[in-house]
């Protein structure tokens, strides 16, 4: 597999504040204050985490092709 990105640009889905952010590499980040609005942004569901939600890449062990604690992702 290519490397994993790291950063994400990540749009609140309130008012549509776009932020780069650094994605932690380990686990998956699950809640996001908007800096702009200040909106708890929170998963979608079926997303583990804010960066698969309203990033514009997905976090580090969905890339790797993982599900947030580390286990290899079901076949959709």
């Given at each position: 597999?290519?490397?994993?990105?790291?950063?994400?640009?990540?749009?609140?889905?309130?008012?549509?504040?776009?932020?780069?952010?650094?994605?932690?590499?380990?686990?998956?980040?699950?809640f996001m204050d908007c800096p702009a609005c200040g909106?708890?942004?929170k998963p979608l569901p079926g997303d583990c985490c804010v960066f698969c939600s309203y990033g514009t890449t997905p976090c580090p062990p969905v890339q790797r092709g993982e599900?947030?604690?580390g286990e290899p992702r079901p076949n959709d």
């Open positions: 597999m290519s490397d994993v990105i790291l950063i994400s640009n990540v749009t609140c889905p309130d008012c549509g504040h776009e932020e780069a952010h650094q994605m932690p590499t380990e686990t998956c980040q699950y909106l708890l942004m599900t947030c604690d």
